[in-house]
């Protein structure tokens, strides 16, 4: 054990999470995402709702595919709400059997149809490749949205880390190409600021999970065609502009290097008059809802549900 190590009141239940710094390496990248594939691979098929394959077509000619996964109890003569889900993993790292039971949650106890999208990853992928999927993802379910039962004034986006940054940017673009008004965001302790300025993102240095040694190698990775030029535009939605965004839920962890990015927008947000739910928690890290069982997790869970019950109102109500 580092007897330098730092001490934070951080809760038992995700006191033992391991203190470990991602350097992003292409071949350990590889192992983690085969893992995670062969363990989704048989998640996947015991969801308790209908999960349906899609290709989207990019403009080089490859394809993308997303997955709708849709309630049973979905009346199929009503369009349903729809949420368009990112999943976090720091831009490299795909998803993992949390976000797809999550994910289930959502669509189940909401009544919405998620469309979650397995975007591109960096290294190989850099911004802005895994950002394009995910707004064409958006775009292909406005497109398709009566053959997909899904009523196009009641979409919203979310993701967790770098999947929220990946919402947020794709709220910011959506907005300023006037593709459709989404009924909200939902940002669960999300990648916002590639500074990584703020007094968590240098501090933390030694949290479990995820420090800010980590958050500076993901941006490099990330950014790494853009080391030498300014940041680009919904790379860091952070950065803003923050006019004209959706409702919004905002999700922080209190020892999470990301936690005053998530703080700072935010303030951003209701200086510009946006309804924001704000989720602070406390005695967590980045992460800390991977102990679902933990009554914290529960509760941000709850937390999340009612937000989207709350988006999905029809406006007549």
């Not at 929220?164 to 940002?187: H, I, P, S, W, Y």
């Not at 967590?284 to 019950?309: E, P």
């Amino acid at each position: 054990m580092n007897m330098t190590k730092k001490k934070y009141n951080i809760h038992p239940d995700f006191a033992k999470f391991p203190v470990v710094t991602l350097t992003f390496n292409v071949l350990l990248l590889w192992f983690i995402n085969t893992a995670l594939k062969m363990q989704c691979f048989f998640v996947r098929r015991s969801l308790k709702l209908a999960v349906d394959p899609h290709l989207i077509t990019r403009v080089d000619g490859s394809h993308l595919k997303v997955f709708t996964l849709t309630p049973h109890r979905v009346a199929t003569s009503v369009p349903a709400p729809a949420l368009v889900y990112y999943h976090g993993g720091g831009f490299g790292i795909t998803y993992s059997s949390l976000h797809l039971k999550s994910c289930e949650r959502y669509a189940n106890e909401t009544g919405c149809v998620v469309i979650f999208v397995p975007y591109r990853l960096a290294p190989k992928h850099p911004f802005p490749g895994g950002f394009d999927d995910c707004y064409d993802s958006l775009e292909w379910v406005i497109t398709n949205a009566d053959s997909l039962g899904i009523d196009a004034s009641r979409i919203a986006v979310g993701g967790d880390s770098a999947g929220g940054a990946l919402a947020a940017g794709v709220a910011q673009k959506t907005r300023d190409e006037k593709l459709v008004t989404l009924c909200a965001q939902m940002l669960i302790y999300p990648v916002l600021d590639d500074t990584c300025s703020t007094p968590s993102a240098t501090e933390f240095v030694d949290v479990p999970v995820w420090n800010a040694r980590s958050n500076r190698h993901m941006w490099d990775m990330y950014l790494s065609r853009y080391r030498d030029a300014d940041t680009p535009a919904y790379a860091a939605p952070g950065h803003g502009p923050f006019h004209q965004l959706p409702m919004t839920y905002v999700e922080t962890a209190e020892f999470d290097p990301l936690r005053d990015e998530g703080l700072n927008y935010i303030s951003a947000l209701q200086q510009q008059s946006i309804e924001v739910t704000v989720n602070e928690t406390k005695q967590t890290v980045h992460g800390y809802d991977g102990m679902a069982k933990s009554v914290i997790s529960k509760r941000s869970m709850l937390a999340r549900i009612d937000f989207l019950n709350q988006a999905f109102k029809p406006s007549d109500d």
